[in-house]
């Protein structure tokens, strides 16, 4: 299995943009397909965005959609999370996951005790 570890979160304003990152180590990076996860104080782990393998396919929940941009970079082991136009109902822990030879449906529907999470990176938006 892969180890993730995200970076990048903190405390911004409505209005602003971050970018998280996740830098897996171990084999065979290019064979898992990754996404982005959130959750909210009192709510339960969400999908938010999803790369394809080769990174050539993403998919967004529609409330990020035109907003937030994944990415990743298979020569650097990483993915990224570019958030912009933040609103306070951005406000979680990120988690990134990762399944091996996953596709983007399968990564969307990914839940916690299956595949490979990080620890998380917590973002605050204020008002």
């Known amino acids: 299995q892969v180890q993730l570890v995200e970076s990048g979160g903190g405390l911004v304003q409505a209005g602003d943009s971050l970018r998280l990152s996740c830098g897996a180590s171990g084999r065979s990076f290019s064979s898992y397909a990754m996404g982005w996860f959130r959750q909210a104080p009192g709510k339960e782990r969400e999908f938010v965005a999803g790369v394809s393998r080769s990174g050539g396919s993403t998919y967004y929940a529609d409330s990020v959609k035109g907003r937030f941009t994944i990415s990743r970079d298979n020569a650097k082991n990483t993915v990224y999370l570019q958030m912009d136009s933040l609103k306070p109902e951005d406000t979680a822990v990120y988690y990134c996951?990762?399944?091996?030879?996953?596709?983007?449906?399968?990564?969307?529907?990914?839940?916690?005790?299956?595949?490979?999470w990080g620890q998380g990176t917590r973002v605050t938006v204020s008002s």
């Open positions: 996951g990762a399944q091996l030879e996953g596709s983007l449906a399968t990564i969307a529907a990914l839940a916690p005790g299956f595949g490979s």
